[in-house]
């Protein structure tokens, strides 16, 4: 019998044709190493939000009513605000809003409803003039989105079935 010495890297290359073992692995390198260069930012990423501070009055109501929300920086990771809807001098709908950093995470709290506890959604994007939060386990909404352009905010709820606009104009 007479064998032929190959080099294990010889071996290796006949078993897989030229460049196939690269397209394998590149990807699979890629995704190992996805952490060590997309680290989470939370407070870098709640400095976005900074443009949502202030006074907003919807502009898409029901005849004879009004509504707004307001905003205001509590901390370095907290934003509070308020929503209320009125119908002539009453108050028909009022809750109060946070932004937070809990966990190594940003969310946005929905609190006041019906003496119900706070309902958490996760923030799931965000850019430097819109952000979208989301909590599947959630009846409705499941998901709120709000994107500023100009001075025309636009807060959408949504599931699956329905979405909801809320359109608001920044007065202060």
């Not at 949502?52 to 509070?80: D, M």
């Not at 109060?96 to 996760?122: M, S, T």
């Not at 709000?146 to 709820?157: E, F, P, R, S, V």
Request: glycine content about 6%; overall charge positive; aromatic content about 10%.
């Amino acid at each position: 019998m007479n064998f032929k010495k190959t080099t294990p890297i010889a071996r290796s290359s006949q078993h897989l044709p030229s460049g196939k073992l690269l397209v394998f692995i590149f990807p699979v390198l890629l995704l190992l190493n996805a952490g060590a260069f997309c680290q989470v930012n939370p407070e870098g990423d709640f400095k976005k939000l900074e443009w949502l501070a202030g006074s907003w009055n919807r502009t898409n109501v029901k005849p004879g009513q009004t509504g707004n929300e307001s905003w205001t920086s509590k901390s370095p990771t907290s934003i509070i605000g308020k929503g209320v809807s009125l119908k002539g001098k009453d108050t028909i709908f009022a809750e109060n809003l946070e932004l937070r950093i809990k966990d190594g995470h940003i969310f946005y709290v929905v609190d006041g409803l019906d003496n119900q506890p706070p309902v958490y959604f996760k923030i799931t994007q965000i850019t430097d003039d819109s952000f979208v939060c989301e909590n599947p386990e959630h009846d409705f909404p499941k998901k709120i989105a709000y994107k500023l352009t100009g001075k025309t905010l636009k807060a959408t709820i949504s599931d699956d079935e329905k979405n909801i606009d809320f359109i608001f104009v920044k007065t202060k």
